[in-house]
């Protein structure tokens, strides 16, 4: 199942060179694999699945979900996932999932309205009133918690509403935010640090599949991942 080390070091190697040592590539590419094939063994019918994770396939017994390993947060990771590595392969499994099925304790209600919200956007439906949603409840967890660091709703939103320039302003304070949390005490050592999947997914998504000029620049966007493309990564 997707754990933290997995997501942390698809994150952390982005982030050096720019993005153009190839294992940082294949660490975001097996760990798109990896946490896709995590959801497709709860999703898929039958008794068992064939999965692929790094050149390897075998059959997966199918099981429930277990709701100490897949959430909505999770489930928001894996998606970034495969959007950055132009997966439409992996997305779309992703995109059959029920934000209603996660019944974790550890789901924060901002996770679950961003999940809706991303879901309907990413499937062509009517989705501005459940991105009001998500925006109301990044807004209500951050009046409430001012040190969680949450999706960014206001850059989704910007996409929903297809907005260019909004998405290019939303994405300079998502970053500047991003850089800010994680510029305080232990923060600093956190290997999430270095890039935001989310952020970078969005981005990667305004660039590949609507073909929007992006022109910001940061160390937390690798530039050689962005440049590449769908076709070349």
Request: proline fraction near 6%; charge should be negative; hydrophobic fraction near 45%.
């Amino acid at each position: 199942m997707p754990n933290r080390s997995c997501f942390a070091s698809a994150g952390a190697c982005t982030s050096t060179s720019k993005g153009r040592d190839p294992h940082q590539r294949e660490a975001l590419e097996l760990a798109s694999q990896f946490a896709a094939a995590a959801f497709r063994v709860v999703t898929a019918p039958g008794e068992s699945v064939v999965i692929s994770i790094g050149g390897r396939t075998a059959p997966m017994r199918t099981a429930p979900i277990d709701p100490m390993a897949l959430t909505n947060f999770v489930w928001i990771r894996a998606s970034a996932l495969a959007l950055i590595t132009a997966s439409r392969e992996r997305l779309d499994p992703l995109l059959s999932v029920d934000p209603d099925d996660f019944t974790s304790e550890w789901d924060l209600p901002v996770h679950h309205a961003y999940h809706v919200a991303l879901r309907a956007y990413l499937r062509g439906e009517p989705s501005r009133t459940a991105m009001n949603r998500a925006l109301n409840a990044a807004e209500d967890i951050r009046m409430n918690r001012p040190d969680f660091l949450g999706p960014f709703a206001v850059l989704l939103s910007q996409l929903v509403a297809g907005d260019r320039e909004g998405l290019v302003a939303a994405l300079a304070d998502a970053l500047e935010e991003f850089r800010d949390h994680y510029s305080v005490g232990d923060r600093k050592d956190d290997s999430t640090r270095q890039v935001h999947l989310g952020v970078l997914a969005l981005t990667c998504h305004a660039r590949w599949d609507l073909g929007w000029e992006i022109p910001v620049n940061s160390a937390y966007l690798p530039t050689a991942i962005l440049e590449a493309g769908p076709r070349d990564r």
